[in-house]
């Protein structure tokens, strides 16, 4: 039972993966999964000039993930804690707090390369720049200021260096491609 299953929600900002992922720790069981909000580890902007920054896709930390995932099941951890306004991390952890289980399920715009299963949401652009206006809005943060580094990283999705178990759409009812996941996984 010390064996991790590692399981990567992916797609575009504003797609749905953090509701996806939500909805798969509640049917899989908080008592067995555990979600990490990985835009906590995304790299930091770092004084390089902010136009050639705007112009790459957005990376994560993912030796830091790779830590927390090798922490024993049971756990309990924190994101770092970080400033998505200037996109800056703030310090290594105090962000948002969660437990290590056997199933952890990494939802980031870009899949965990160390992912035994990799599923991919998708959805137009329209919808998913209307879900971070109204996300900003809930949480009063400017996330659709950076909508033109998103949409870069979006692009990379395309590209020939990734794979996908399942390609979903946000078109469909959460719980039908919660289903359609745990189907895959059976």
């Known amino acids: 039972m010390n064996d991790k299953v590692i399981i990567s929600i992916c797609g575009a900002a504003g797609a749905g993966k953090s509701t996806l992922a939500k909805k798969l720790v509640r049917e899989i069981g908080e008592d067995m999964a555990s979600r990490i909000p990985g835009d906590y580890y995304l790299k930091s902007y770092n004084n390089e000039p902010y136009e050639e920054f705007m112009e790459t896709p957005f990376r994560y930390d993912w030796e830091m993930i790779s830590k927390?995932?090798?922490?024993?099941?049971?756990?309990?951890?924190?994101?770092?804690?970080?400033?998505?306004?200037?996109?800056?991390?703030?310090?290594?952890?105090?962000?948002?707090?969660?437990?290590?289980?056997?199933?952890?399920?990494?939802?980031?715009?870009?899949?965990?390369?160390?992912?035994?299963?990799?599923?991919?949401?998708?959805?137009?652009?329209?919808?998913?720049?209307?879900?971070?206006?109204?996300?900003?809005?809930?949480?009063?943060?400017?996330?659709?200021?950076?909508?033109?580094?998103?949409?870069?990283?979006?692009k990379e999705l395309d590209s020939k260096k990734y794979r996908y178990n399942l390609v979903l759409s946000a078109f469909n009812d959460f719980e039908v491609n919660v289903g359609k996941i745990l189907d895959y996984l059976k």
Do not use: C, H
Request: overall charge positive; charged content about 30%; proline content about 8%.
């Open 68 to 154: 927390v995932i090798n922490i024993p099941i049971g756990v309990g951890v924190e994101t770092p804690d970080f400033d998505f306004n200037k996109l800056i991390r703030i310090s290594k952890d105090g962000g948002k707090p969660y437990t290590t289980r056997r199933y952890m399920i990494i939802d980031t715009m870009l899949p965990y390369p160390k992912s035994n299963y990799v599923f991919r949401i998708t959805a137009p652009e329209d919808l998913r720049l209307k879900n971070i206006k109204e996300r900003d809005k809930a949480q009063k943060t400017n996330s659709a200021r950076n909508w033109p580094k998103m949409e870069i990283t979006a």
